[in-house]
């Protein structure tokens, strides 16, 4: 395990993001005494379901619609949000 004080913490930034890269720990000294423990967070991709995800776009029920439609939705929206300025 590595050891950092407080004030290296503000100047090896660098070093200590590529130290939790690594999935090393680091502990934070501060006054002679470890006050926290620095870990790299461990993250996992959860499978897409896709039944889960056909079910939710059934639910939606998103209505195809041409380029000419959206382009006329958007200057719709930005006429009442801006004014008439907008071309």
């Not at 950092?4 to 090393?24: A, D, G, P």
Request: glycine share 2%.
């Amino acid at each position: 395990m590595q050891y950092m004080t407080t004030t290296n913490l503000r100047t090896m930034t660098s070093q200590l993001v590529n130290t939790l890269k690594k999935n090393n720990r680091i502990s934070l000294i501060h006054r002679s005494r470890i006050v926290a423990i620095i870990q790299p967070v461990q993250t996992s991709a959860k499978p897409l379901d896709v039944r889960l995800f056909r079910h939710c776009l059934e639910e939606v029920n998103l209505v195809p619609s041409s380029h000419e439609q959206r382009k006329k939705i958007y200057l719709a929206h930005l006429n009442k949000k801006y004014g008439k300025n907008i071309p």
